[in-house]
Nanobody
Framework: VQLVESGGGLVQPGGSLRLSCAAS????????MSWYRQAPGKGRELVAG????????NYADSVKGRFTISRDNAKNTVYLQMNSLKPEDTAVYYC???????????WGQGTQVTVSS
């Protein structure tokens, strides 16, 4: 099982980034997917989630209207489009998979996002 995040980097305030999480080793379409983040010295927090079929999404209040989660089940990939980035969005972003049927959770290794001028 692998979840591999990519797309992080350094961006100026107001800029955009698109994170990707490529999944392998499990039935991607049977898992809800989510993005979490962890800033230095803080706990890991939920950023956005999407159901296995992609019909429903949810967002943290701090990112509503700026971030969009989506998935492509044909490509076994989940995305996080991040617009209007702020310095407080700086964190390591993690992808997470939760089975619809079993108490099984997978995590990726994380990708660093730094918002700074």
């Amino acid at each position: 099982v692998q979840l591999v995040e990519s797309g992080g980097g350094l961006v100026q305030p107001g800029g955009s980034l698109r994170l990707s999480c490529a999944a392998s080793g499990f039935t991607f379409s049977s898992y809800a997917m989510s993005w979490y983040r962890q800033a230095p010295g803080k706990g890991r927090e939920l950023v956005a989630g999407i159901t296995s079929g992609g019909s429903r999404t949810n967002y943290a209040d701090s990112v509503k209207g700026r971030f969009t989660i989506s998935r492509d089940n044909a490509k076994n990939t989940v995305y996080l489009q991040m617009n209007s980035l702020k310095p407080e969005d700086t964190a390591v972003y993690y992808c997470r998979a939760d089975s619809n049927y079993f108490k099984v959770t997978y995590w990726g290794q994380g990708t660093q996002v730094t918002v700074s001028s």
